[in-house]
């Protein structure tokens, strides 16, 4: 298991924060600002079940499932958690809230620009990799840069 380290759970943390801070900057009300940090609280809350990098969305996701009842499995929030960290043809608010703030929140839970964030992406994963590849398409996509 990769497990969740302490930098792992302030990144956590940061993103939520930011989440919740986007939705009220974006003009949502309080509760789907909420909803916005608890999708952040589980974005990468998989880590702690994965044995594979690439796995984490699927396995925070099926977390929140647990948490919220197999109804929710096609719900805005668990498809939120579950596609972070890619780019969809079409995004709802949550995906593009949720991938906002984790584009704008360091590996240690400080916020950062999208460029910080990438060049932390590209010198960890190299700027071939597909991690660092689709960050960077998403940050285009949404404006970041």
Not at 9 to 38: C, N, W
Not at 82 to 96: A, F, S, V, Y
Request: aromatic share 6%.
């Amino acid at each position: 298991m990769i497990g969740i380290s302490d930098n792992r759970m302030k990144h956590i943390l940061g993103v939520s924060r930011k989440a919740y801070a986007l939705a009220k900057e974006r003009g949502h009300d309080e509760t789907f600002a909420r909803k916005m940090f608890a999708i952040g609280w589980m974005h990468d809350i998989g880590y702690a079940f994965s044995e594979q990098r690439s796995e984490h969305q699927e396995k925070s996701a099926e977390l929140l499932a647990l948490i919220g009842g197999m109804a929710c499995r096609e719900g805005s929030a668990y498809l939120a958690v579950k596609n972070h960290g890619r780019l969809l043809p079409e995004m709802t608010e949550e995906d593009i809230i949720l991938n906002m703030a984790d584009m704008l929140v360091d590996p240690k839970g400080a916020d950062v620009t999208a460029e910080e964030r990438l060049a932390e992406l590209r010198d960890r994963f190299g700027e071939h990799s597909p991690q660092y590849r689709e960050a960077k398409a998403i940050c285009q996509s949404l404006g970041l840069m």
